[in-house]
């Protein structure tokens, strides 16, 4: 373990616009469940002017910081080495403080992403469907990378963002073939979708959805049900929800932060539902 359960500990995320997190109700959970009086999770406003200033004022009191956006890869060069995962999507979602002074960075929203599809049971797809090429598309790539067996299907707007996605493929390992968002309706019939794109982006398509449709993950969580997700729900299809990436994602940050396994998955899902419910 890496401190006394009753020792001062610090932890944090970091973004621009930051209010809405639900990180530190999951964090807190966690500490909570895991007996960890001295521990505190914070959250922390800062663009990327801020944020060398910020990090470098880090204390031996601090175990990491979650870190969302537009902080992912302007910390990468504040950072003493980043994993592997972090490395092949240039995106660092989780700075581990180590007890030697080191700052770990790391990227805990691909493997988050395998977790929440095998907790539903899907552990392997023959092909995939993106839809949307933010950043968060990039991850779903590198997720798909280790459960999809053959072509994924990236619908998006422009053919600069149609690029990047193939581009991103290539990295990746990835055989990726990009489709206009006109044809998007088509990517519902694939045995998975996934969702990057922001609020009502996908509404449009709900009375598209099949009349058996297969799995369906939107990574937004408020406000929730999105339109297409809760079309597919009502069709029978299966949905996993952005809440079931950021629980996923936080209990791998938890893990390494605090140096227990398991972290507690179904404290964290329950208070983060309860936190959505009373907005």
């Known amino acids: 373990m890496r401190a006394r359960a009753t020792d001062a500990r610090r932890a944090a995320v970091l973004g621009k616009p930051i209010a809405h997190s639900l990180s530190p109700v999951l964090h807190r959970a966690a500490y909570e469940e895991l007996g960890l009086t001295g521990w505190s999770y914070d959250r922390f406003e800062l663009d990327e002017a801020a944020l060398p200033g910020f990090v470098e004022q880090l204390g031996p009191e601090w175990v990491g910081l979650s870190v969302t956006m537009p ?68 991850s779903a790539l590198a997720a798909l990378a280790r459960i999809c067996t053959g072509e994924v299907v990236a619908y998006v707007r422009s053919e600069a963002r149609a690029a990047e996605m193939r581009q991103w493929g290539e990295r990746l390992g990835v055989e990726v073939r990009t489709a206009g968002w006109a044809d998007a309706a088509e990517a519902l019939r694939a045995p998975l979708v996934i969702a990057t794109t922001p609020a009502g982006a996908t509404d449009a398509l709900a009375h598209a959805v099949p009349e058996r449709p297969a799995a369906l993950f939107d990574v937004l969580y408020d406000p929730w049900p999105t339109e297409l997700a809760a079309r597919w729900s009502m069709t ?43 907005r």
């Open 236 to 278: 029978g299809g299966a949905v996993i929800s952005g809440l079931d990436l950021l629980v996923h994602q936080a209990v791998l940050q938890v893990e390494q932060m605090t140096g227990l396994r398991p972290a507690p998955v179904d404290a964290m899902r329950k208070a983060g539902e309860h936190a959505l419910a009373a």
């Open 71 to 138: 902080l992912k890869r302007a910390v990468i060069p504040l950072l003493d080495g980043i994993s592997d995962t972090a490395a092949s999507v240039e995106a660092v979602n989780t700075v581990v403080c180590t007890e030697d002074g080191r700052r770990l960075g790391d990227n805990t929203d691909i493997p988050g992403m395998v977790a929440a599809l095998r907790e539903r049971g899907i552990e392997q797809v023959d092909s995939a469907a993106i839809l949307g090429a933010g950043a968060t598309a990039s």
